[in-house]
Structure formats: structure tokens, C-alpha cells
């Protein structure tokens, strides 16, 4: 996995090599006691390990098969669930791409590319779904799903189901490490199915309840959102929300009323409240803006708006928005005829900033953004 760029220390540790140069640093590793090491406690040695920076087991699994193992072993798993949870990392496909993507590290504001797991399908595949570090692909012609880690570069193709895709969500079991995960899969004419990953099958079918009314008019751009093991997906004429609760089994609608010049839209997720993030467009400005809903009116309250500059980057140009938000985080991509703008918001801190547009491997080209999903990155999530 690459990023896309060096630090200076590490380009002149380089340099200094080449030059025949020894550091410090460098010499007290290449002298470390083999009699020492070879008697390092193994559990403390899994404390250490599951404390280390993510994109570092990227060159960890291919040191060797001993070392690879260990992502999956029960002992290791545990460690890793003491370990708090990092930011999330934001996933998204390219246009014009097949099966290609990239992932944004919020935190080092940095791009790389991700070991893709060679699925077994010449289709394009999208991200439609994530829980627990795992993402949920979809092929385009709605048929077949997978689901992977690509942390560890691992995949499973999932049964075949007897429901068309159509909303799709995905929760995690937090029952212990590991438990398994949810995929609940419904049509816009109101069946459902879910597949439990435990069992390596769809069950739970059935119909949405006589209150719902079918045909759902989904949000297709909108991915599901799941809170404590409720799934909430968009809809819209009317203007609403449908959610299923895992646990109880139980679905519910909420019809609010959105913004009257509100275009492309999509739900979001922050500390367990339903956000929503859309386009504005008005006589002053083209504006992405931020709303909460209100627990006790059902109502969406606006929170937060796009810097005005930025705003006015876009006045008056037929604009062209693909975006996604997910746990805490929003990636948003805008480009008119003659301009084009990446931007990321932090629901939690409300802040907005403009990533690097240059991804490793595409040179200087500006790629477009179509898809994509923001996960917790897991070492030891089991797909």
C-alpha cells in the first residue's frame, strides 16, 4: 500500500544509506541479539503489534506466513478489541476504473492504494455498505454481493438471495469479537431478507408492514446508516425515512419534509444522531449544508453550511455532485465544466477542509470520485 508522498527524515535516511552513511539508528537495529528477541514474552509481543498504525501491516503480512497467521488468531483478536477504535478511513471507487479505488486516512489527510481483493467477477463493482471494517460490493447488474476486508485483503461472495437489491444495510453482532455480521436487503415492492453471516445464509424474509407504503421511491445515493443496530435509509415522495431494527425486528417511517430547494442528498451519522447532507441551490450561491434531526420534532435543523468562498467557487455553473457520509465523516466531490473541488467535512468537529485531489498511481491526473463508503479500518474483522 502506498501513500503519496515521504517524509524528509525518511528521504534523507535514504540518502545516507546510499552514501554509504550509517546512523545511529540504524546500527543499534542491525546489532540486536537474536538470544534476546528470540525470547520476547508472545503476548506482549501481540500487545505491541495491535498497537501499531494501521498502514503498517500492509508490509506486515508479507514479512511471513507465522506473521500473517497471527491476524486471525483468537488471542490477537482480543488484543486488538482492547485497542480504542481509530477514525475512520473513507473508501471510494474512480470513474472509468473497473473494480479500481482508493482510501483517505482523515487523520494524516493522505491518500493510498488498497490491495484489492481480485473478486471473481469481470463486472464493476461498487461499495454499498460497511460495519465492523468490512465493506459490502455490489455488482452492477444487482446480482451478486461480496464482502471484504481491505485490510487483510480478504473476500466472500454471498450466497444467492431471492429478494432484488434495492436498499441495502449492514450491522455487526457486538455480542464479542468477531461475532458476525447482519446484511438486511429489501425491494422498493417491500420484501426483505437478511443474511447473517453466522449461518452463511439469507433468512428472516418477509414484507414490510401495511402502515409502509410500497413502492419505496429510495434514495439510491444515499447509503444506509446504522445506529445501535438500526438501519435507516432514505426515501422520498413522500420525503422520509424507513428503519428496521435488527434486534426487535420491528419497521418504522418517519415522513419529514425536506428543504425546498435541496437537490442531491444524503443521510449521515454522527455520535448516534441522523444527520443529513445536501445541495442547496438558490439565487445567491450553490451551497452544501448540514442538518440535524430533532429527536422531539421530527424536523430537520440546519447546523452547519459550506464556507461561503467555496460556496461562490460554484455560482451560477451547472454543477455535477457525487458524495457519501458515514460514520462521523463526509467526502464530497463537485465539478462544473471548468472546475473541480474535493471536500471532506468532520461531522464531530465541524470542520471542512479540501484533500489532496492527487492519488497515488493516477500521476497528475484529477480523478473523479463516483462511490464509496467511510469504514474503521480492522485487522481482525472476518468476513
Request: with cysteine.
Amino acid at each position: 500500500m502506498m501513500g503519496n508522498d515521504e517524509s524528509p527524515l525518511a528521504k534523507k535516511a535514504r540518502k545516507e544509506k546510499a552514501r554509504g552513511k550509517v546512523t545511529a539508528t540504524t546500527s543499534s537495529t542491525e546489532i540486536m541479539e537474536p538470544c534476546v528477541w528470540r525470547e520476547f514474552p508472545g503476548d506482549l509481543y501481540e500487545t505491541v503489534i495491535a498497537r501499531l498504525p494501521i498502514t503498517t501491516f500492509f508490509r506486515f503480512r508479507s514479512v511471513c506466513q507465522d506473521w500473517n497467521s497471527l491476524l486471525t488468531s483468537r488471542s490477537f483478536s482480543l488484543q486488538c478489541a482492547q485497542v480504542k477504535q481509530t477514525q475512520p478511513w473513507i473508501y471510494v471507487t474512480i470513474h472509468g476504473n473497473t473494480n479500481d479505488g482508493a482510501i483517505y486516512d482523515p487523520p494524516s489527510k493522505k491518500w493510498y492504494r488498497p490491495p484489492i481483493p481480485a473478486l471473481p467477477t469481470e463486472l464493476l463493482v461498487e461499495p454499498v455498505a460497511s460495519a465492523g471494517g468490512l465493506i459490502c460490493f455490489l455488482d452492477s447488474e444487482f446480482i451478486t454481493a461480496y464482502v471484504c476486508n481491505l485490510v487483510t485483503a480478504s473476500f466472500k461472495e454471498l450466497p444467492p438471495r431471492s429478494v432484488d437489491f434495492g436498499g441495502i444495510g449492514m450491522t455487526i453482532n457486538e455480542s464479542s469479537p468477531n461475532a458476525g455480521y447482519k446484511i438486511l436487503c429489501f425491494s422498493c415492492d417491500g420484501e426483505y431478507e437478511i443474511y447473517d453471516s453466522t449461518k452463511n445464509s439469507w433468512g428472516r424474509s418477509g414484507r414490510l408492514p401495511s402502515n409502509i407504503k410500497c413502492p419505496l421511491d429510495l434514495n439510491f445515493k444515499s447509503q444506509a446508516v446504522s445506529i445501535d443496530g438500526t438501519l435507516y435509509f432514505m426515501h422520498s415522495n413522500p420525503d422520509g425515512i424507513v428503519y428496521y431494527n435488527m434486534t426487535t425486528g420491528v419497521w418504522k417511517q418517519i415522513l419529514i419534509p425536506a428543504h425546498p430547494r435541496l437537490s442531491d442528498h444524503t443521510l449521515a451519522e454522527c455520535g448516534g444522531k441522523l444527520m443529513l447532507v445536501g445541495l442547496v441551490n438558490n439565487s445567491a450561491s450553490t451551497c452544501i449544508c448540514i442538518w440535524e434531526l430533532q429527536q422531539m420534532t421530527f424536523l430537520w435543523k440546519l447546523v452547519d453550511r459550506m464556507p461561503t468562498l467555496w460556496c461562490l467557487e460554484f455560482y451560477g455553473k451547472p454543477v455535477e455532485l457525487d458524495f457519501l457520509a458515514n460514520k462521523g465523516w463526509v467526502m464530497i466531490s463537485l465539478r462544473s465544466r471548468h472546475k473541480y473541488s474535493l471536500i471532506t467535512y468532520d461531522l464531530s468537529s465541524k470542520e471542512w477542509f479540501k484533500p489532496p485531489r492527487r492519488i497515488p498511481s493516477y500521476g497528475r491526473k484529477r480523478p473523479w470520485l463516483v462511490n464509496g463508503t467511510a469504514f474503521h479500518p480492522c485487522l481482525t474483522a472476518l468476513v
